[in-house]
Structures are given as C-alpha cells and as structure tokens.
C-alpha cells in the first residue's frame, strides 16, 4: 500500500535558525496536506498543495509539492519558539475514495 | 458550536474491559475517522467512515469495532482491552469543501 516517509524524525534548532521537513511517498499523490501538532494538543491543518511543483508561503513558511507529486517540503525561516511541535505531511486524498496516509511527523525543538 | 468533540478526554481501564471512546462534531461532515498516535509510529488509521451505516478498516482495525448509525456520531470500541492499545486517540472529519480533516482533541487511553 501507499507509504509516506518524512524526515528527519527530530530536529533541534537554535532560535533563528532555519528548519525543513522533508516527506515522499512510494506512489504520486492526487495532493499533499500539512499539519501541525503542537505539544499536548492534536494536529492542526496548515495546508494543502495540489498542483505539480507548488509553493505556497505562510508567512515564514514555505511549502512546495515535487514535480512528480511523489514529495514534498515544509521550510521554516527563521524559526521562533512558538514553532515548537510535530509537523506531519499527509498524503493521497478523498478525491481518490482513499484516505490521507500520515508521515510520521517530524518533532521540531526550538532552544531560544 | 464545538465543532468536533471527543470523550472522555482521559480514560484508565484495565486489561479485559470493554471501553468505548465518543466521538461527536457539529458539521455533517460525511467522512469521519479514528486514529491512534504511539510515539514513533505517527498516526495511524484505525477505521473510517464515509457515511452513515457504513464504514471501513485502516491501518490497524484489530481489536476495534466502529458504528455509524448517526451522521454525527462515531464511536470506537474496544471489546477487550489489551495494554499494546494505550495510545491517544483521536477522530477527525472530513470537510470536502476545503479538502481537510479536522481533529477532535484526543482521547488518552492507560489500559493497565
């Protein structure tokens, strides 16, 4: 079946620094969505992306969706410790009758 | 208007009981699921349904059992608790308007 790897699985960073998550799939995806899960609390919709080679900002972030459609990145700049969370990508879609299949979520840590 | 709820928030029960989690959202969203998060293991799929009376098996449905009888409820049961079933859980539905899930708050089980 479909398998959504994402990377790293944590990642400290200094205040300031930059982050990226990376996600990619065994088989191409009808789109991507992203999620964020802050410590305690449930995952929360950041984005989607549905387009071959998107990039959408928000803010500070950056997503992009491989030409492909079989990866994609999430790109913090600049990071803040209200960034602190596990940032999940998840792939596949409704449209195809077949539900999201979930990264395992990459846990991002912020030292201020 | 709490959109999705869940209950109990936390739940200690021991080996052998029948538990039920409750899972309720304000929407009408058609699809709803449940998932289980273990550290390192991300989210996993358990069950999902796409509409009233009827429903279908994720990742890990051993264990569970799922009904439907009203749009806005899903309850997940486990009919015999086992310790390898603490986990947090959470049910999400799905928004076709916008194409994204939106998570209840979880429900953290301790089967000791």
């Known amino acids: 079946g479909q398998q959504v790897m994402q990377i790293p699985q944590y990642q400290h960073v200094q205040e300031g620094e930059d982050f990226t998550t990376y996600c990619n799939s065994s088989t191409t995806l009808s789109n991507i969505q992203w999620y964020k899960q802050r410590p305690g609390g449930h995952p929360v919709f950041l984005i989607q992306?549905?387009?071959?080679?998107e990039v959408k900002k928000q803010k500070r972030l950056t997503f992009q969706f491989g030409e492909a459609k079989k990866n994609s990145s999430l790109h913090i700049t600049a990071t803040q410790t209200t960034d602190v969370g596990t940032y999940f990508c998840?792939?596949?879609?409704?449209?195809?009758?077949?539900?999201?299949?979930f990264g395992k979520g990459t846990r991002l840590s912020v030292i201020a | 208007d709490a959109g999705i709820t869940q209950s109990p928030r936390y739940k200690i029960t021991e080996t052998g009981r029948q538990v039920t989690l409750m899972c309720h959202q304000t929407?009408?969203?058609?699809?709803m699921f449940w998932y289980r998060q273990d550290l390192g293991h991300g989210l996993r799929l358990i069950y999902y349904s796409a509409a009233a009376d009827i429903t279908d098996k994720g990742e890990v449905p051993d264990g569970y059992v799922v009904s439907r009888s009203k749009t806005e409820n899903f309850p997940l049961t486990l009919e015999s608790a086992t310790r390898s079933q603490t986990s947090v859980y959470f049910c999400?539905?799905?928004?076709?308007?916008?194409?994204?899930?939106?998570f209840g708050p979880g429900t953290r089980l301790t089967v000791l």
């Open positions: 999400a539905s799905y928004s076709s308007s916008v194409d994204t899930q939106y």
């Open positions: 998840a792939g596949g879609g409704i449209s195809g009758n077949t539900p999201l299949v």
């Open positions: 929407w009408s969203h058609s699809y």
């Open positions: 992306l549905v387009k071959s080679g």
